[in-house]
């Protein structure tokens, strides 16, 4: 295989946010690409999150609630939470090394354009970025835990 037309494609895929990428060879003396298959989410639910006004929460699921509808607490006020969702399917990880601080962690103050994590997937580390200020309220994925598209990763109260 030609590594330098690989080294092309790793790059498009990095720099253009592919979700997956699927090449079919022929036998292994000609190693030329049959078929290249190419998925890609789209751009705008990505790394974006999507506001919605999520009442306080209990510490665990109330009986008879589904685990991931939000629990009703006893004061009527609301906060308006911003929800950060996985934009691929991969291994989310919270540090960018296993002996490292994690990127963000409940309270912590972030900046739009921070760092939250790194999605593993066909082994390329991409960096989601916060697309808000304001202050982490929950990390709901545990470390090195597999993550689906559309998957809920962060609350973040904004600023």
Same mark, same amino acid.
């Given at each position: 295989m030609d590594m330098d037309w690989l080294r092309g494609l790793i790059k498009l895929v990095e720099e253009s946010g592919v979700d997956a990428l699927d090449i079919e060879l022929v036998g292994s003396e000609l190693g030329d690409p049959t078929r290249v298959r190419i998925r890609k989410s789209p751009r705008a639910t990505a790394a974006a999150g999507v506001a919605a006004p999520i009442v306080g929460s209990a510490p665990g699921p109330q009986a008879g609630a589904s685990p991931s509808a939000p629990a009703a607490s006893d004061t009527a006020s609301s906060e308006l939470l911003f929800e950060v969702f996985s934009p691929m /399917?991969?291994?989310?990880?919270?540090? *960018?090394? /296993?002996?490292?601080?994690?990127?963000? *962690?409940?309270?912590?103050?972030?900046e739009a354009g921070q760092t939250l994590c790194i999605l593993e997937a066909m082994k390329l580390m991409n960096e989601l970025q916060s697309d808000i200020a304001g202050v982490v309220r929950e990390v709901a994925v545990e470390n090195a835990e597999p993550v689906e598209f559309g998957e809920l990763l962060f609350r973040i109260e904004p600023n």
């Open positions: /399917v991969g291994t989310f990880y919270r540090a *960018s090394a /296993v002996d490292a601080d994690p990127f963000v *962690s409940v309270g912590d103050r972030v």
